[in-house]
């Protein structure tokens, strides 16, 4: 999600931070790697990547990809709301609200979490690449992604439990130890080929239940999630809301996993960071450009048919029988968006220099964007839920939809003056000595 993913891996790449922080491209050689690892050369130890040595274009899909989490996770607050056809979003509201619901049915709802997941894997290679060419050996470095996706479904554990039963943390981490092990050192063939066959298992059955649910009028629509979602967000009692919430976390994990567009997310990002997609976007302007028109332009279609049905603009035989296939479909939309960044990195990049303000500041946060996605949770739960102040019951779409964007808005100028100050995000500094150690 997701705050890792969320990733926050590192990068080699043209991209330089001098103190000042303006942002440089300069050329840069690429090192060649051995492709063996001498057990002598394992005396470098593991350590983090420094600020100056990060690409653009990951980080700034990162701080993009925390502003759709927000606005995603808003609406899940208005636990005073009548549950609307999609049972993400009220069944209410004025022109306004309208609004806002569609526009989120169509940009956020299906897309943040594959997008995630993209990132995710992105940063993992990043990660694993240059462990290896610093010399670590090749187990170490295993072990080091091993411990650190440990921990984060450790962070996504407490995070649960204490604040915000969506964590999406456990479910990469999760992913991380399942999928990383198995295809971290496959050819890339092997690779592509398993993402192939996920994407299509997980696309045919999405095709499947949305004719059935175009063709059988009054499907019944499953809103038992949402249902305790809600019940969760109304509960007045912390400690009772925190004793559900944890078994919720558990169940999202399992559904993740089995929804198979997350793992298929996982190693589409983890093919394109060993091509270095992302970092170097001017060789691949083709890919980059077919990714984003194509994966958004389907993805926006079937959420503007599925938003306007909620509204009852264009009314199905069976109300919500687009969602499975707008799911399916936010798998190109998330990397659509993914791709979108690279391509805005390599028109900064042509234009060289210092970079406007507002991207240095978005980048900023998705340099942090661990600490940026949990200092959402714990700036809406304690507003926004009964055990709090309870303001989620006196909103609405669009309203909250402004808090999302409030929301975000603040983690940005947090980041942003973390980074005039040379320091990095609390949650990114707790990660990475669990992972690294001291040294």
């Known amino acids: 999600m997701p705050v890792g993913g969320c990733s926050w891996e590192r990068a080699q790449s043209g991209l330089t931070l001098p103190r000042g922080h303006a942002l440089h491209w300069d050329a840069m050689t ?40 927000a606005l995603a996770h808003a609406p899940w607050f208005l636990f005073d709301s009548p549950i609307g056809p999609s049972p993400m979003h009220p069944d209410e509201g004025g022109v306004l ?3 806002a619901q569609v526009v989120t049915m169509v940009v956020v709802d299906g897309r943040v979490h594959t997008m995630f997941a993209f990132l995710f894997a992105y940063g993992i290679v990043q990660m694993h690449r240059r462990q290896l060419d610093r010399g670590t050996d090749p187990r170490q470095a295993r072990r080091l992604l091993r411990r650190r996706h440990w921990w984060m479904l450790a962070f996504g554990a407490v995070h649960a439990l204490v604040l915000w039963q969506g964590d999406i943390l456990g479910t990469y981490g999760v992913l991380g ?12 063939r ?35 999630v949402v249902q305790l979602q ?25 559904s993740g996993l089995f929804s198979l567009v997350l793992p298929a997310a996982l190693l589409l990002g983890m093919l394109a960071a060993r091509h270095r997609v992302l970092e170097r976007p001017a060789e ?61 990195a390599h028109r900064l990049q042509r234009r060289g220099g210092e970079a406007p303000l507002p991207v240095r500041a978005v980048v900023s946060l998705g340099r942090r964007s661990l600490s940026g996605y949990l200092a959402q949770s714990v700036l809406f739960m304690p507003l926004l839920a009964a055990w709090g102040l309870g303001v989620g019951a006196q909103l609405s779409s669009a309203s909250v939809m402004l808090v999302g964007l ?34």
């Not at 492709?35 to 993009?64: F, I, K, N, Y």
Request: glycine share 10%.
């Open 177 to 188: 130890l399942i999928l990383v092990p198995l295809f971290i050192g496959r050819r890339d």
């Open 406 to 439: 409030g929301t975000w808005l603040l983690t940005v100028v947090v980041a942003y003056a973390l980074d005039r100050a040379g320091k990095r995000g609390p949650a990114e500094v707790a990660l990475r000595r669990l992972t690294y150690g001291r040294g």
């Open 230 to 254: 809600q019940s969760i967000a109304a509960n007045p009692s912390y400690l009772e809301a925190a004793a559900t919430r944890l078994p919720l976390w558990a169940f999202a994990i399992a």
């Open 284 to 344: 691949h302007l083709r890919l980059l450009r077919t990714t984003a028109v194509l994966g958004i332009a389907i993805g926006w279609g079937t959420g503007l048919v599925h938003g306007l049905d909620h509204i009852r603009a264009i009314p199905l035989a069976t109300p919500a029988a687009l969602t499975p296939i707008n799911f399916a479909t936010g798998l190109g939309t998330g990397l659509g968006y993914a791709a979108l960044t690279g391509l805005i």
């Open 30 to 69: 690429d090192r060649t790697r051995e492709s063996t690892v001498t057990t002598a050369s394992a005396v470098h130890r593991p350590a983090p990547t420094p600020v100056r040595e990060r690409a653009l274009a990951p980080d700034l899909a990162r701080g993009m990809m925390l502003l759709l989490i």
């Open 97 to 99: 609200d309208r609004v």
């Open 190 to 224: 092997t690779v592509a080929i398993a993402a192939s066959v996920l994407v299509g298992l997980a696309v045919l059955p999405a095709i499947l239940a949305t004719a059935v649910g175009l063709l059988v009028p009054g499907a019944p629509v499953d809103s038992t």
